[in-house]
Every structure is written in structure tokens, then in C-alpha cells.
């Protein structure tokens, strides 16, 4: 099940962002982020939006994404940006990632978006394979 997040999955994103953290081999401090995500995800207009996949609306989150709606230099006009895909491990492989993305494909088209970007480190081989099959171009 792929819904938008809600005020009660923040504490959840914060715990998965230490997961994605440690994925790439990096730290995560916490630094107050769970009030200034709350802020960004719930103020109007919101400065990001959130999606996460559950097995059900109470079960654990299994992942998330995010993204930003930006104004483009190159192609002057406006894209989503997705700043965040990740997975637990155990979610990976059984099409959670495709679905959240389909999620982020109509987000962008009830807006009149066209583009996606987003970044991936170029040592995340799976994630580079996964967005490759997705029909995503470097």
C-alpha cells in the first residue's frame, strides 16, 4: 500500500533516514529533524511531500519517498524532484520501489509535470539497475 504521509509517520521517516544513512555508509545526527520535516511536509503550500509503502495503513512503513516541485534552469519550466527513495531490505525486490514511483508519476502529472530528476550515488548499483529498468536516462 502506497499512501501520502501523515503527521504520525514522521518519528518513522526519522528512524528510516538513519537506516539510509547507514546504507550509504554515511552518519546521521540528529539535529531536530522530525519538527522541521513536520513543518515542511504539513505547512500550506508544503515545501515537501512524502509518500510511504505499508502493508496495511497501521503496519510498519517499509519505505519512503520525497519530493520537491522546482523550477528547472535548463529546461525552464517546472519538474519534481524526488530527494528521497529508500527500502528497508526486506521490502527491496517485490516492486514497492515501482509502485512509489508510479505514485511520484501521477503526483507530477496532476500538476501538469512532465519531468522526474532525481540523484543516486554511482556506487549504488541496485538503485542505478532498478531506475534503469524504470526507462530512467543519465
Known amino acids: 500500500m502506497i499512501r501520502p504521509v501523515i503527521a504520525d509517520d514522521v518519528e518513522a521517516l526519522v528512524a528510516l533516514s538513519r537506516m539510509h544513512a547507514e546504507y550509504e555508509k554515511t552518519t546521521y545526527e540528529d539535529t ?4 522541521r520535516l513536520h513543518d515542511a511536509l504539513f ?8 509518500w510511504v509503502a505499508t502493508n496495511s495503513p497501521l ?29 528497508r ?8 520501489g515501482r509502485r512509489l514511483i508510479r505514485a511520484l508519476q501521477a503526483f507530477a502529472a496532476q500538476r501538469g509535470i512532465a519531468e522526474l530528476q532525481w540523484q543516486t550515488p ?7 539497475v532498478f531506475y534503469r529498468r524504470l526507462g530512467a536516462r543519465e
Not at 531536530?32 to 519538527?35: D, H, K, L, M, V
Not at 505547512?43 to 512524502?50: I, R, W
Not at 531490505?89 to 514497492?96: F, Q, S, Y
Open 32 to 35: 531536530g529533524q522530525a519538527t
Open 43 to 50: 505547512k500550506s503550500p508544503p515545501l515537501l511531500y512524502g
Open 59 to 87: 503496519a510498519r512503513i517499509d519505505g519512503y519517498m520525497t519530493a520537491v516541485v522546482e523550477f528547472a534552469t535548463w529546461p525552464a519550466r517546472s519538474i519534481v524532484y524526488m530527494d528521497t527513495l529508500f527500502l
Open 89 to 96: 531490505e526486506e521490502a527491496r525486490g517485490r516492486g514497492v
Open 122 to 128: 554511482p556506487d549504488n548499483e541496485r538503485g542505478i
